[in-house]
Structure formats: C-alpha cells, structure tokens
C-alpha cells in the first residue's frame, strides 16, 4: 500500500528533513511513527498525501509513483485518504456534523446517506451529542475526535494521523487507538504519528522509529502479552 525507496526531503538553504528512507507497508496495516521533534514524520506523512514531494527517491501509495505523478493527481490521492491533522482544520463557520461531513458532500452523496454516516461516524468518537455545535464551543480534545471523525467517515483505503492523541487524556486516547485498530481490521491502512511511547507499546503494532530524517529502526508487531 505504502511504500518509500530511499526517499529523502531537502527543503530550501539544505534543511533535511528526510534521508535515504526506505520501508513498505502492507494493505491493511496499522503502523505507528515515532521519533523526536523534527525527526521528520510530518513531513514523511506530507509526501505520502502529496502535499510534498520528495527530492530523491520514490513514494508509491497503492502503486503509483507520486514523486512522478502530474500535480493534477494530486486531488485524487488526497480524495482517498484520511488526515488527521494536529491543528484539527476544522471549518469555524459549520457545524461539527457538516465538518464531519465535508469528504462525503464533495464526492457527492445524497444527504439522506451523509446524515446517516456523519452520525454513525460521530457516535464512534463519542460526540454524537455534539452534531449541531459549532467547533469553537468544543475543548481541544473534542475538536481532535471531530477531526477523526471527519477522517474516518468515508472509510477510506487510507488513514493517516499526526498525533492524533495529543490534547487527549490516556483513557480516550487508548479508546481512539482501538477504533484505529478496528478500522485497520476492515481494511484499511493506517499510519499514525504518536509521540505516546507507552501507549504505542500498549497496541503491539510495527513501529518505525525516524531520527534526524533517518529510518534508525523498524520494530515488528508483536503478540507477546
């Protein structure tokens, strides 16, 4: 699903943000990304949505080479993945139910089928409460669980977040964790950025660990208790 052949990202003045970093990620997967302020996950997480490109190497997402994809494909890459982002993005002049149901409008079904998903997706991150409030009103933590809502709601192949966990206390964020995981059971991919080395522990899943733009390790998922 995801794969990066010695990719690396040189920003303007020689700023590195990525270097010689190789990996593949199977369909289906549920991976995590770790490593110190600045190592580079939010960057790596860029190229793979194509809001990036990288300066060497490749990076094919269901196999396509986006680092020599047309721009004009760049719509179509982001039309099936799920970001979460840190900052929530969420639109202040719409409800929490019509930023949860942006990515459904824009492909275009009917409102009876986006009322129906926009809840279910809602209920899922425990704010179903909250449909018709608008996003100024919400904590922090209730803007990031509309955010994931959002980026859930379309179940697309791809799910991508960068700490998504952050403004959340550990009981939610263990609880959020689990609903990624239940999505990644269904199919879906999923790659998330976390600095919660103890809960990244907790889920046993494959962790690539990033420092100073380098793949310095992969470690396998594990079974063990």
Do not use: C
């Amino acid at each position: 699903m995801i794969k990066f052949e010695r990719v690396s990202k040189l920003y303007p003045g020689g700023s590195r943000a990525l270097a010689d970093v190789s990996f593949s990620i199977e369909r289906g997967s549920m991976v995590f990304l770790t490593g110190h302020s600045g190592a580079g996950k939010s960057t790596l997480l860029r190229l793979v949505m194509m809001l990036e490109r990288a300066s060497r190497g490749q990076v094919i997402v269901n196999g396509r080479n986006l680092s020599t994809a047309p721009d004009r494909v760049a719509p179509m890459v982001r039309r099936n993945t799920g970001m979460i982002f840190q900052d929530h993005k969420l639109l202040r002049d719409k409800t929490v139910a019509d930023n949860v149901g942006l990515p459904l409008l824009i492909a275009g079904l009917k409102y009876s089928d986006i009322r129906k998903r926009v809840r279910a997706a809602l209920d899922k991150v425990g704010l179903l409460d909250k449909e018709n409030a608008w996003p100024l009103t919400l904590s922090g933590g209730e803007q990031q669980r509309v955010g994931i809502a959002r980026a859930i709601v379309a179940m697309p192949p791809l799910l991508l977040a960068d700490e998504p966990t952050g403004n959340l206390d550990p009981n939610l964020s263990r609880e959020l964790f689990s609903l990624f995981e239940h999505v990644s059971e269904q199919g879906v991919t999923v790659l998330i950025a976390s600095h919660d080395l103890n809960l990244i522990r907790q889920m046993r899943k494959r962790v690539l660990v990033l420092s100073a733009g380098r793949l310095a390790d992969d470690i396998p998922a594990s079974d063990d208790p």
